[in-house]
């Protein structure tokens, strides 16, 4: 590390500091204050507030509820670097008992998107004030509708990855301790889709099923079949998980179902797989419904791709790691999370890495996201705040010499 690497990284740490007791206030405001997916109207106005008093340009309403800030460097103000962080909350009622806790029944940051956002303000607040020292432009997204995943294309198609050649992103992680950050090559989340099954069949007495055609027995077929077969017919070292979480169907105990919906998600790590899903299920479903008489309806809509970090954008986000917590604070991950992240869209339009935020608290219960429960340790915005300042110095630092 230069002297003047070793400088800015002092300024960093230092303007972090000073205004972490802020920060914490910011975060807890957020938290108290949580609005669901697209209806983020307050903490949007929030935002936008926190960015002005920062100086940076702002943008509101941009995909529905979002806000950009950008911040110009002192380089060539045609090309970006995105930051992203993400603000909706999620339909849980808290049991936290926090005194912070949320003041909206039934709606939580359950998944630290609070975290999140706190992050992406205090990396403005502190760029903001190295401004003359950036050498090149950021430009920072406040997503809507991450928990939906669909603020990400509300935010592309209002065009704030015009001109831009990287982006960053990071998620909170209850199981990795506050003060260290988790980092992945290539794949970190999965791809998610969503699966929409009609089985019909023909209606008939309970006491005489060979005189129908038995939607719901035929529908329990066809997920057993599903099942049993992706352990057959894929390749065990790239997973596949399909989950039907809705059953409806029937109208009386007594009376054959004609008509059966299965609603799931489908989630995959591997393009070739990927791409091979939707076809791959419905010759299931056709095989399983003709042998028994029925027919089906299926709706496969495409949700999201998986989060693959580019390599060098995730070795510069780790080596910033390195040099301004130690090689203690950097965790491997060994392997991907089968849970889904919009950020894996804007991956569509520029290279990109997205790291994990270590928010356990040793010696007590760390519950998981999602959950009623979910706490964070706030030291974890210290080393959010500061590894992304820091990446985005180097970022431009590197692109520069």
């Known amino acids: 590390m230069s002297k003047h690497q070793n400088s800015i990284l002092t300024e960093i740490k230092d303007l972090t500091n000073s205004l972490y007791p802020r920060l914490v206030e910011i975060r807890r405001h957020i938290h108290a204050h949580p609005e669901l997916s697209g209806q983020e109207y307050q903490t949007s106005a929030y935002i936008a507030g926190v960015l002005s008093s920062c100086g940076l340009h702002i943008q509101e309403a941009v995909g529905k509820t979002g806000v950009v800030g950008e911040l110009k460097g002192t380089g060539n103000h045609h090309q970006w670097l995105a930051i992203r962080t993400d603000m909706d909350a999620l339909p849980i009622q808290e049991l936290t008992n926090l005194e912070y806790a949320s003041r909206h029944p039934g709606v939580m940051h359950a998944c630290g998107h609070d975290v999140h956002t706190t992050v992406g303000l205090g990396t403005a607040m502190v760029l903001s004030r190295l401004q003359d020292s950036l050498p090149g432009a950021v430009r920072f997204l406040f997503q809507p509708a991450e928990e939906i995943a669909r603020g990400s294309t509300w935010m592309v198609e209002d065009g704030v990855m015009n001109d831009v050649i990287s982006i960053f992103g990071l998620h909170v992680f209850p199981t990795i301790t506050a003060g260290c950050i988790g980092i992945r090559v290539g794949a970190l989340t999965a791809a998610a889709d969503d699966l929409e099954l009609t089985i019909l069949g023909e209606s008939g007495h309970g006491a005489r099923p060979h005189e129908a055609i038995d939607a719901i027995w035929i529908a329990a077929q066809v997920i057993t079949t599903l099942q049993q077969a992706i352990s057959r017919t894929h390749n065990p070292l790239r997973p596949v998980v399909l989950t039907i979480g809705q059953i409806t169907g029937g109208r009386a105990s007594n009376v054959i179902a004609d008509q059966v919906k299965l609603l799931g998600t489908v989630r995959s790590l591997h393009q070739s797989t990927y791409e091979t899903l939707p076809a791959?299920?419905?010759?299931?479903?056709?095989?399983?419904?003709?042998?028994?008489?029925?027919?089906?309806?299926?709706?496969?809509?495409?949700?999201?791709?998986?989060?693959?970090?580019?390599?060098?954008?995730?070795?510069?986000?780790?080596?910033?790691?390195?040099?301004?917590?130690?090689?203690?604070?950097?965790?491997?991950?060994?392997?991907?999370?089968?849970?889904?992240?919009?950020?894996?869209?804007?991956?569509?339009?520029?290279?990109?890495?997205?790291?994990?935020?270590?928010?356990?608290?040793?010696?007590?219960?760390?519950?998981?996201?999602?959950?009623?429960?979910?706490?964070v340790d706030e030291s974890a915005i210290k080393t959010g705040v500061v590894t992304l300042a820091y990446s985005a110095y180097q970022f431009w630092q590197k692109r520069c010499q």
Request: contains cysteine; charged residues 15%; hydrophobic residues 35%.
């Open 280 to 375: 791959w299920i419905e010759n299931i479903v056709a095989n399983v419904c003709q042998t028994y008489g029925a027919k089906y309806q299926m709706n496969y809509r495409r949700g999201v791709p998986s989060v693959q970090n580019d390599p060098a954008l995730t070795q510069l986000i780790e080596a910033s790691v390195r040099e301004a917590w130690g090689n203690e604070s950097v965790e491997i991950l060994p392997e991907p999370s089968l849970g889904a992240e919009d950020f894996s869209v804007y991956l569509n339009y520029a290279p990109g890495a997205m790291f994990r935020l270590g928010i356990g608290q040793p010696d007590q219960p760390n519950y998981p996201l999602h959950h009623p429960k979910f706490q």
